[in-house]
């Protein structure tokens, strides 16, 4: 379709007389203004308020008494006192120590071992404790019968009393990438 250009549309007689359709208006209700202006007065009147009121006046017993201790605190130099000193022994509590009764069980002290490695052949046993002892840790091959009459030869480390020693052992032997399983026994008294 076509249209022709040369013709004008009329004017408008609204945009004629300088209003617009889509005027602005103020977006804000007039009870917002009002509220605003009410608390605004009320701020306003209680700054007022606060100017009015005055301190009560000292008596002259007080005003001789400060004047008198600014002057001490002046001519004096200051002392450094540490209560913690006396406040520590007063605070100072005993625990009672618990003394084991005789019905008490003696406990049984537990040994760790360290189990690198089972085998059936002797040479491969001895092989893994030769490199165990060059990594200097106390080693031994343990051989014990199973089922069917099979002897297997056991790469035993330890015993270890302590776990701190059980873990430096094992990390050890981790980084030298042999396996281990923790066997742990009662020490027969």
């Not at 300088?18 to 306003?44: A, E």
């Not at 006192?81 to 005789?102: D, G, H, K, M, Q």
Request: charged residues 25%; aromatic residues 6%.
């Amino acid at each position: 379709m076509t249209h022709d250009f040369a013709k004008k549309p009329k004017a408008n007689s609204k945009k004629q007389n300088g209003h617009r359709k889509n005027s602005p208006k103020s977006q804000v209700p007039g009870w917002v203004w009002l509220f605003t202006g009410i608390v605004t007065g009320l701020f306003i009147a209680f700054l007022a308020h606060l100017a009015d009121i005055t301190p009560p006046a000292k008596s002259s017993e007080e005003k001789v008494a400060a004047k008198a201790s600014t002057k001490t605190k002046a001519n004096d130099k200051p002392t450094t006192s540490f209560e913690f000193y006396t406040l520590l022994p007063e605070r100072e509590v005993i625990v009672p120590v618990e003394e084991n009764s005789a019905n008490d069980k003696p406990q049984q002290q537990i040994i760790y071992i360290l189990q690198a490695g089972s085998f059936k052949n002797p040479a491969d046993a001895d092989r893994l404790r030769a490199k165990l002892i060059l990594l200097g840790l106390d080693t031994k091959v343990e051989e014990v019968t199973g089922k069917g009459n099979d002897t297997w030869h056991r790469v035993q480390v330890g015993p270890f009393v302590s776990r701190s020693k059980l873990s430096k052992a094992r990390n050890l032997l981790i980084s030298n990438n042999v396996e281990t399983l923790l066997l742990k026994r009662k020490v027969k008294s």
